[in-house]
Every structure is written in C-alpha cells, then in structure tokens.
C-alpha cells in the first residue's frame, strides 16, 4: 500500500516531502475551522459574563413575596421606611431623601447602573433608558412653574440623577416656563419642546410638552434597538418594543375613556409600534369606546391580556385594570425573554424587569400606607406579581415576535 501511495504522489509530479507540507498544511486548515466553530460561542458569551454575574450578584438581593408580603402587613408608612432601611440596597439613599424620592433615585441609579455595565453591542437602548432621569426633572421643573412653586420647593422634586442634573437644578429659580424651555436650547429636548410649545400657549396645559417628551423618549428607545442582528440584540428589540406597545395602549384606552378622537389622541402616540403598526395604532385610535379598542386587539398578543379583564372593567368602569393586566403582561413576558438567553443579555433584562417591579410595588405599598384603614387584600390586589411560571415556560419556546 506504501508504494502505490508512493507512486501516485509521483504521478502527480510530487516529491514525499512536498506532499508531507500538504498534508500537514490541511491539518492545521482543518483544526483552524475546527477552533472557530467551536470557539464561537464562547465568544458570543465573553463579553456577557462579567455583567450577568453583578446582576445576578444584585437579583439576589431583590425582595421575595415573603418580604412583600411583611411590608404589606405594615401599620404606616413610617414602618415601611424603617424596614427599608433595614435592607442594604435601600438604606443609604433614605439617609439622604424622603421615601418617594430614595424610591425614585434607587430607581435612576439601576439603569445607570446597567448602562454602564452593558456589553457595547447592546449599549444603546439602556443608555437611553438612563436618560429617563433627565426627562423626568425636565417634567417636573415645568410641573413647578405651571403651579408656582418657589425655588426651594421646584428642587425638592429634582431626582439627584441623570447627566443634565447640575444644569436642571439651576432652572429651579427660571420665572416660567418658556424660561425653562429657553433654557434647554443646547440639550436633545429643545427641538421637541420647542415644536410643542405653541400646543402649550394655546391650552395654558403642560400636558402637550410632557407627551412630546415621552414620546421622543420612545421613539429615541425604539431606534436604539432596532438592528436585531443576532438573537441578543432580537431579545432586547422584543424587551424595548413591548415597553412602546403597552404605552400606546395605556395612552388609548385612557384617552377613549375620556372620549377622546383620533385627532386629539394621535399627537401622542408613538406610530411606530412594535407589533402594533401604524395602521393597527390607527384602528384604534378611531375606535368609539374602550371595549372597542380591546376587540380591535384580535389577532394581537394584547387581545387575551385585555379581554380577560373586560367583566371587571363593566363592574367597575374603570381604565387601571387594564393598566394593570398591562402592566402584568409586560412583566411576565420580559422574564419569559430573560430566561431565553440565561448566557447572554438574559439576566440583565431580568433584573431590570424585577427591580422595576419592585420598586413600583414600595411606592403602591407606601401610598396605602398613608391612607389610614387602606386594606391589605386591597394592596395585594394592586401589587405586580409575575403569575404564571407556567406562562414563563410556554413562552420560552415560541418564536421571538
């Protein structure tokens, strides 16, 4: 066998030695292709692994049901404070504000937070998400100056957080709130604010600027994400395009509660939803009432969410158990998204979703507990719970939408 191989690597006009380089060359081709298949994953994962393990480092330390549930069992708001300051994530901003507000700078402190620690790829949507803090002090110093607040109280309202803060504080002596507005000439808000503030003159209403803001929030959350590319970026776009979703949806139902038209309805809608398109938007912003803009949602992942609560909204007429069933949605379906990519962008959206969570349930707690007699089967009521792990794990195997 030997020498009729080596006679027909002298066929071909090859010494052995030749061939041998050949040979070898193949190999090292081979086992090359071999080490990029199989190291690809790794590094896919690499640049995740150090943010997954400070988030799940922080998950650990979010509350249970078991803590919830003591907070609830509370007597005032002054027992909830004194318990939070009993938890090392709370403490140190309740030495330095009130309840609500250590609430709200926790809350800005965990997407800057994330942003910071997010693997470049994916960078853009939580730094956009970090701004909200701006877009909120900008809310609240104009909220001020509609209502005449002086100086000292207009800063007691600013949430120490946010690139622009230092800027945003010293608008809190501005006389008015073309002032304000005036002011902002050199940040990304003017243009927006500017374009609504003839809306503003002629109602003498801030609601106009606040809903251009949070719609160029919106719409600047929705661009940063856009490009799914590969199946973290995919995770992450279905993450942010279901926030944009359910706010339009919040936006309708309240504005046809309110029998509101398409035309008074449409300047604050962001049209381009996620798996509701303009012309869905459309449809329902043309609806003639609130159990219409729900049947308008068939064929839709919000259909089933809304029409199971449809018999509490004809008992009680009111919009914020949809809000609720939303608000639940929202929740279930981003911890559904989570555990798709426990390797990669997973935690971080599931810590994100937990820890909004809650801290929007410590403000529903502390409200109650400042209504005396306020019932706590009521409370839990009120309270966001991630219901179904069922639900989790049927969803893990559907497609990404």
């Known amino acids: 066998m030997a020498d009729g191989i080596a006679t027909l690597i002298s066929s071909v006009g090859l010494t052995q030695e030749t061939f041998l380089v050949f040979c070898i060359l193949a190999v090292l081709v081979v086992g090359a292709v071999v080490v990029i298949i199989t190291s690809r994953p790794i590094l896919d994962i690499y640049p995740y692994l150090n943010p997954s393990a400070r988030v799940r480092a922080r998950k650990g330390r979010l509350f249970d049901e078991k803590q919830i549930s003591e907070l609830v069992e509370t007597n005032d708001v002054e027992e909830v ?3 939070l300051k009993g938890v090392s994530e709370y403490a140190d901003v ?3 504000y009130p309840l609500d507000k250590a609430l709200d700078v926790e809350r800005a402190n965990t997407y800057d937070f994330v942003a910071r620690l997010a693997p470049k790829d994916i960078k853009d949507p939580f730094v956009v998400m970090s701004k909200k803090a ?6 609240s110093l104009l909220t001020s100056k509609e209502v005449g607040l002086t100086s000292d109280e207009t800063r007691e309202l600013l949430i120490p957080c946010g690139s622009l803060y230092d800027d945003l504080e010293s608008l809190a002596d501005a006389e008015s709130v073309t002032d304000i507005i005036s002011s902002l000439d050199n940040t990304e808000y003017a243009a927006v604010l500017e374009d609504a503030l003839p809306q503003y003159e002629d109602t003498n209403m801030i609601l106009p600027l ?3 803001l949070d719609k160029y929030y919106l719409g600047k959350l929705l661009h940063s994400s856009d490009v799914p590319s590969d199946e973290n970026k995919q995770i992450l776009y279905a993450y942010v395009g279901t926030q ?3 706010t339009n949806l919040k936006l309708i139902i309240r504005a046809k509660q309110d029998d509101l038209d398409y ?4 300047p ?3 049209e381009e939803g996620y798996q509701l398109r303009e012309w869905k938007l459309k449809d329902l912003m043309e609806s003639p009432d609130v159990t219409n803009v729900v049947s308008g949602l068939e064929g839709t992942k919000y259909a089933e969410v809304l029409s199971d609560v449809i018999p509490v909204y004809n008992e009680t007429g009111s919009v914020a158990v949809f809000e609720k069933a939303l608000d639940v949605y929202a929740s279930e379906y981003s911890k559904s998204l989570a ?3 426990p390797l990669g962008i997973g935690p971080i959206i599931g810590y994100l979703n937990q820890k909004e969570n809650e801290i929007k349930n410590l403000k529903i707690i502390a409200r109650a507990k400042r209504e005396a007699d306020f019932p706590n089967s009521k409370i839990m009521e009120m309270l966001i719970w991630v219901q179904s792990q069922l639900w989790v794990i049927l969803t893990l195997f559907q497609d990404l939408d």
Do not use: H, M, P, Q
């Open 134 to 139: 701006d877009i909120d002090n900008i809310k």
């Open 94 to 96: 309740l030495d330095e």
């Open 268 to 270: 604050y809608i962001l």
């Open 81 to 83: 404070e004194n318990y």
């Open 263 to 266: 035309d008074a309805i449409s």
């Open 244 to 246: 944009v979703d359910v």
């Open 210 to 212: 606040e809903s251009a």
């Open 339 to 341: 555990v798709k990519k």
